[in-house]
């Protein structure tokens, strides 16, 4: 009939609630149980109807029960239980009950995810910022602590010409810092694992379990006392084996499960890529310094009657290391020198360099005559293997200096294709000396020519590569620092003695970079004495 009540049915609301989802309770005014659907059942097996719920045997719910909330969360023969509690008609409730388990279970698994990608973005950050091995080592010991054990090691060989012997650099919570020591294969072979991964066993760690205090004492920190779990992977790298990680956890922790296992291997991994990196890093820095030691411009030698100086800047100043070079060697008569300029920049042009100074350290023993002495030189560069195929030339200044009774000096100078050195006169005057000539090494043919100038008491010769004058700089950046403006400078310091004009030049050059990238620059200046 229209607008008539439906009657109330307890079976059908009944058969509703235990089709539900959800662990159904309901209690009456007392407190007291008086319906639990089917889930509840399998979930509360605890909750018949009668029972206290503030008496229960779920102790989250009788709390919650007890203290008047309205929501509980808790762990219940093994399952994760989320309730909910709503008032009903008549001073009675209905708790809401959830088996979150699985969600609970996809959301950690996301959090440690999102964790483990976390650490991996920080150790390729960290590891990636240092090119030094020492600090490599630092870091691929200090990362995984805490998070991955309480204890690492690190077990390495260090390079040539150390001895071959384990080395282990260790890092624990509690330390305030890395600390080193020397294994030795003794202590390498009595621990399970290790030298395998020493020689690059790129089978899958596992944990070890009944690690032995007398085998890890030795790289372990004091008072650490046996550990629980023992996790070793190899640290490999494009060059071989870099070394082994060592991960230590104390009894009372968790041993390592399988994400952690794999996440263990890829931050060995990284850190043994890393580790190979700062290796060939510091090889290629160190061949870098013997070749720079090998072709930096000598500490002159003094020479009686005569005072010398010489200036120095390379492009590349990591390597400091360039194109440009002076050199001057004692002669019976005074002495004879030599500037020049390399076609290029770096290593290249470097190499060249010393190729062209070790010549002149030859060639000058049969001949000191300057033009004559360039076109030996000239010739012996053509004839190096690979020379045409290289290209490679210099411009260069040699002269010899002479000593005259009147405490003078003659300057006998050939050029191949450089700058006109010039002398800057006692009274401020500035000469050009104009010399010429073809760059050497570029043509068998090649023309040089030679001319002569006398330096008396208060007179000063400069010699100076492009670097110099092309230096560009200034207000736009762009202008070059020029012939007239490095006169200039010389006149304005008239009567300096060669190293303090040499100073001046380059302190001019400088501000006038103002920081830019410049040429290689060499300068030498010398005056009778």
Known sequence: MAGSALPADDRLARELLDGSAEAV???GPAGVVALVNTMATALLPELTPGVALAGCRVPALAEAARAGADTFE????????????????GDRCAWYVRDVTEEQARTDALLAERSRTAFLAQAGSRLGLSLHREQTLRTAVTLPVPYLADVAVVVHRPPPPAEDEPHWIRYAANDSGPVTGVAGWRTAESVPGLVEALEGDLTEPSPWLDAELADLAEVLPA???????????????????????????????AGFDQREIAL??????????????????????HLARVLQNSLLPPKLPRLDGMTL?????????????????????????????????????GVGAAVLTGRVRQSLQTLRLVEQRPRELMELLNRALLDAPGAAARAQFTTLLLGTLSREPDGGLLVRVAGGGHPAP????????IDVVRVGGMPVGALTAARFAEAEVRLAPGD??????????EARGGPTELAMFG???????????????????????????????????HDDIAMLAVAAS
């Open 25 to 27: 309770v309901t209690t």
């Open 74 to 89: 808790s762990e219940h023969h093994g399952r994760r239980l989320r309730g909910l509690r709503r008032e009903l008609a």
């Open 223 to 253: 008072g650490f006392g046996r550990p629980g779990t023992v996790l070793i992977s190899p640290m490999p790298s494009a060059g071989g084996p870099a070394g082994a990680l060592v991960l230590a956890r104390r009894p009372e922790r």
């Open 264 to 285: 263990a291997r890829e931050f060995a991994g990284r850190a043994g890529a890393a580790l190979a990196a700062a290796e060939l890093y510091g090889e290629q820095t």
């Open 309 to 345: 100086a010489g200036g120095y800047r390379a492009a590349g100043d990591s390597l400091r290391i360039g194109g440009d070079f002076y050199d001057l060697f004692p002669t019976p008569a005074g002495g004879l020198f030599a500037l020049g300029d390399v076609c290029g920049k």
């Open 422 to 429: 010039l002398v800057i006169r006692a009274g401020g005057g």
């Open 460 to 469: 000063l010769l400069l010699a100076y590569t492009d670097g110099v004058t």
């Open 483 to 517: 012939d007239d403006r490095l006169c200039q400078a010389l006149a304005s310091g008239a009567g300096l003695p060669p190293a303090a004009l040499v100073d001046r030049v380059l302190q001019l050059v400088d501000e006038w970079l103002d920081g830019q990238p």
